[in-house]
């Protein structure tokens, strides 16, 4: 929570968490006036609330019996965008403009959304520190389309163009690419997260405690607390649920 003032006004800005998690953020401002410490407080007792409510809701869209589905119709596959100054799109693949339309953008020359426009202004800024680290360049996130899809955005800056143009690849929601949001989603924490992925990723009990350096018996727990968040009482349920995964590398689920 910030409450910033400034000559001319000032904004009120701040997240809503829920669990180990930030869902979601708001910035307001008010030109004429500054907000009154009651504001403040009432929003303050809010921001958890709406945080457990977004995070339900997405949870609601993520189990979307289509999410992630292969949809009949080439619109729907993996599709382009060039955006340029302003996030300005300046080139498209049919499948990108499908993908546009999906999200509610009727006409090019609209602006993007704010949540494709923070996803280039994500990769914007990992271009100028990640350097030549290519695992850290790209940002990548998930949204949901007016019908109840999700599909993944992924965008990293062009190399060689001198006005820095972002490349934005979105393509249907796979089962992979939702694992980590839907562990995020049930509010495990980190420890959990890793212990969901390689036990979903088909490892042994023992083998997990070997690898973390943890006793069997608080794998145990751990699996315990996992099946009470997710709702399930064994391994395939848990499977079932979170839409599989197939790892060998630990790190690929952790």
């Known amino acids: 929570m910030r409450n910033g003032n400034a000559k001319s006004g000032s904004d009120l800005r701040f997240v809503s968490r829920s669990g180990e998690s930030v869902w979601g953020a708001a910035c307001w401002t008010r030109t004429d006036a500054s907000f009154s410490a009651e504001e403040v407080a009432y929003v303050t007792d809010i921001a958890r609330e709406v945080g457990s409510a977004l995070r339900r809701d997405l949870l609601r869209v993520a189990m979307h019996p289509t999410a992630g589905a292969a949809f009949p119709d080439v619109a729907t596959g993996p599709g382009t965008l060039v955006l340029g100054k302003g996030d300005l799109v300046e080139g498209f693949t049919p499948e990108g403009k499908a993908w546009l339309e999906k999200l509610g ?9 704010a949540a494709l426009r923070w996803i280039s202004l994500q990769a914007r800024a990992r271009a100028d520190s990640a350097g030549s680290r290519t695992e850290l360049r790209a940002a990548r996130s998930r949204l949901a389309t007016v019908d109840g ?106």
């Open 105 to 113: 953008v009727s006409r090019l020359s609209e602006p993007l959304p």
């Open 149 to 254: 899809e999700l599909v993944t955005v992924q965008a990293e800056v062009l190399q060689g163009s001198g006005d820095a143009k972002v490349v934005m690849a979105l393509e249907p929601a796979s089962s992979r690419s939702l694992f980590p949001l839907l562990l995020a989603l049930y509010d495990l924490s980190a420890r959990e997260k890793t212990v969901a992925g390689l036990v979903v990723a088909g490892w042994p009990l023992d083998d997990v405690a070997h690898h973390l350096s943890l006793s069997l018996y608080t794998v145990r727990d751990h699996v315990k607390a996992i099946y009470a968040k997710v709702g399930v009482r064994s391994r395939p349920e848990l499977t079932a649920r979170l839409g599989g995964v197939s790892a060998s590398n630990p790190a690929a689920v952790a």
